[in-house]
């Protein structure tokens, strides 16, 4: 495959980067022999074992999306309405994170990131990095991070291994984020056997700045140093990012070297140094984390933005190994490190923050002429590549794609199949589902994260969106986070499921009194080579990109995380959507508790009819089956700007909205508040499926629970009538503790809340207490 | 400024325990390097929470050592009032300038939540304030549990230097103690965060009585005497 005429770089002191580049080099770097040849023409020779290396990495999906680039770009991300609160102002993909204006002068800068393949080998150390990496993202941009939330899915809890996994995962996380001190506002959980052997570890942060103090990731301004700051490079890591991009086999155990090690400690110093150099005016010209990919990653990207050339020595790097070649610093993703280029002359500032913090601050290299990235070792050239070959010049996949059967065979699955719940089981079938570890109370999960550090928790996890006051920025404002996906609806139906989980994620924020801003996403598929998991790809990201469209909620950046497999085949498709939204005043933020006797409870939307792709099927029957609840993206957007509007006119005093469990189960969730309610709930007729189960436990999208004190209810039915919203109250909070629910008269459920918020509360307690 | 808000590498509530004590308590406060001297105006200082040195070794074990505790030691051997926080509170162990050590949580895991606890008859203006018998107050720690020696915990409970208990132990301290202060009565340590309890978005307000107790002697301190060293 090589051309004989073609010469390599002279020879390296290194005797091991004078190996010759076989195809079984090339094919064990994760590269095609397509992408060779092309790595051939691009440099006009062949490439030595350390630029080998370099191309490996920058070309893995996991730098260069290239199998997700073009599906990518369908999603907007821009708002259409440029008066409205929200404009993008660094938009997803051009810098390490995007950022939106939440007025005043202020930006928000927010990204979600995958740390899957690592959490599989190393739950601690994977789910810890995971949130380094992606708070680093974070305050790159000049932004001081300021909540933290995680999406995590595992396989069966009852599975010894998914409890070794869950445990070590949540640990990570709460140590890593605690130590930092940033706020983690918890997340969302599902459990689902798909990620047995694979969990999802997406760990989100967010970050306030000023307008001007938004930073680049350019190296420009030729003859500028490049500092690098941060702690030695080790061995650790490497090449973590072409691990990321294959599947995860049963020899996977054995890359644990590829798994990094986190030390949150110094992140903390990093992240203080950084924001205090930042601070300092004119001084930094280009920063950049070392995340994936490390050094690589960081001088030719910055080189690239910069249109610039970029050389660097590697004697002058900070390491804590000794005998480390070229291949392996450049490839080591050591953690807590970062890239800063800084206006020549003025090189002491730097120094003298890093040395305040008692961090490296290391001259390596400076920006050069032309568009080379040059890296020397002991004199000698042991990389020289155009630096944007590595990065706008990566492979473009398209690849094919099929249906799968399951979804076809989903559309045909009817739910006349099984006959209607008896109403004398309906009290068994919500305790199988309170007790079901996806819809449990996660409690066990979030009492282990500092949520209240920085002063700012203002609705703590566990409600239907995270809010924190913006206190450090001096303002009086809220941001409400939350995060959706329901693997199931994908897995039936991808197009509809990614509709789904924005529409949820947004309807989570309008329960909470937040308009959404912006969304960051985090698509978690499985092999993008087999047909029908690019189908999956391909679909979710149609049904995002039209929701995003359809609401003027655009995308500002997010993470593809591909070959995530198991055993038997990809996990189900798991586009996970985070968005933030914006509350201006105290009094317009809700909880989703009910809080006193005597509340009505109303039912927004139709009564709901469908049972496809329930969790009621899995608990019931353990079926994953079915039609996929309809989404009716205008009677969304009626329901939200309804909800909003109301909870600000100080009409709605809590809102929940009905998601996995259906009716039944949120409404006795509004019950479980700090001191339990009871209920009196009267359903007039079983609705348009004539059946108590579709009714009590289906998913139908677009459908809310809200709280109204008794003497509002009228102008709550009056103004959702001229709003075009169905609503009927359906019954009265009482301070019994009971919940006595009748449907068309006849008596379904007598049940004592306490007992009902006991399954809930210890379902995934008493999981965890066997390990 | 009249309270020194120690900033160690590695604390993570130093601006909210100035915003605490400054923006909402409107008493002058500042964050002070753990590198720096403290100033010669300090009239109280306040070591707040976090993971100093990244709690390697042992929580605060580090921490005891940076310049600013030789400050920190004369301010306190004078009668400066000084109030540890969390890490704080593990840091004026380690110190010698609070009796007993915090080791980890009998659960093994952190606990965040917002935690009820008794004010204790210390014998002090801490519950002779407006501080009512029962309180709550957010606890975020992995290692609150606090151990001391039986002859001393013996003294500490005679001398009534216990502030405050934990109604519904989190974490295994000995004696449900969340809170105690020295023998003289100027130097505090509490494993609860009062800074997060002061504000109408937070849990509670209970946090106020608390910090404002500890402020309340401000009035009548002779800074200069204090800080000289």
Redesign the interface.
Known sequence: MTDPSMTSLPPNPDPCLNVEITPELVAQHGLLPEEYENILQILGRIPNLTELGIFSVMWSEHCAYKNTRKLLKLFPTEKKDKDSIGQVLVKAGDENAGVIDIGDGWGVAFKIESHNHPSAIEPFEGAATGVGGIVRDIFTMGARPILLTNSLRFGDIENPQVKRLFRGVV?GI??YG????IPNMGGDIYFDSCYEGNPLVNALCAGILRHEEIQKGAATGVGNPVYYVGPGTGRDGLGGASFASRELTEESAADRPAVQKG????E??LLEACLEMMAIPGLVVGIQDMGAAGLTCSTCETASRGDSGIEIDLDLVPQRETGMNSYEIMLSESQERMLVIVNRGRERELEEVFE???LHAARIGEVKEGDRMVVRQKGVVVADLPAKSLTDEAPIYDQPSSEPAHVAQARDWTVDSISSLPANEVTPALEKLLAHPTIASKRWV?????????????V?PGSDAGVV?L??AGLDKYLAIANDCNNRFCYLDPYKGALIAFVECMRNLACSGAKALAVTDNLNFGNPNKPEAYYMLKECVKGLADACAHFDVPVVGGNVSLYNEHGEGSIDPTPVVSMVGLIDH?DHITRSSLSYPGQSIILLGDLPHELGGSYFLQTQYGLKEGVVPEVDLGAEAKLQNFLISKIENGLISCAHDLAEGGLLVALVEMLFGESPLGATVSIPSLGSSSRLDALLFGESQGRVLIGVSSEKVDSVLNEARDGGVPAQVIGQSTDGQELLLTVNDEEIVRSDISKLQKIWEDAIPSHMQSV | MKVAIIQFPGSNCDWDAEHAVDQILGVPAKRIWHKDSLPGETEAVVVPGGFSFGDYLRCGAIAQFSPIMTDLKNFADKGGQVLGICNGFQILCEAGLLPGALIRNDCLDFRCLNQSLKVEDSNDRFNRSKIGNSIALPIAHGEGNYRVKDSTLEEIEANKQVLLRYQGNPNGSIHDIAGIRNRDGNVYGMMPHPERAIEAHHPCLDGIPVLQSFLEPLQSARPAELASS
């Open positions: 640990s709460s140590n605690n130590c930092l001190g030390d949150p400690f110094m903390k110093l305040k913090w008692d979030w009492k282990q994260y500092d949520h209240m550090v920085m002063s700012g928790c203002t703590e006051r206190s450090i105290a």
